[in-house]
């Protein structure tokens, strides 16, 4: 993914992000932000990776516009969430 992002040009009207357990991180998160998509989906299965990132995307000037969350494991802490994230207007 990091090699994609550092390609030019790069035309994004959209992305999805699905990160391992332990979230994007700061680094990709600002690569993201730094390919102007419209819109970014973040999938994310863990509940505390996930606000740390959608932190991260706020400092950055991105609002959280909708937001699912899926119980798929139930008696457990994991939540599956699916979240549309906008830059701010």
């Given amino acids: ?10 035309n994004f009207d959209a992305l999805i992000l699905d990160p391992p357990r332990a979230g994007a991180g700061k680094a990709v ?6 390919a102007q998509p419209r819109a970014i ?29 899926f119980d798929l494991y139930p008696h457990t802490h994991h939540l599956e969430t699916v979240a549309l994230l906008t830059p701010r207007a």
């Fill in 41 to 69: 989906a973040y999938v994310s299965c863990d509940p505390a990776s996930f606000a740390r990132d959608v932190g991260y995307f706020r400092q950055a000037g991105w609002d959280l516009s909708g937001l699912r969350a």
């Fill in 1 to 10: 993914m990091e090699r994609v992002l550092r390609q030019k040009p790069r």
């Fill in 29 to 34: 998160v600002r690569q993201l932000v730094e």
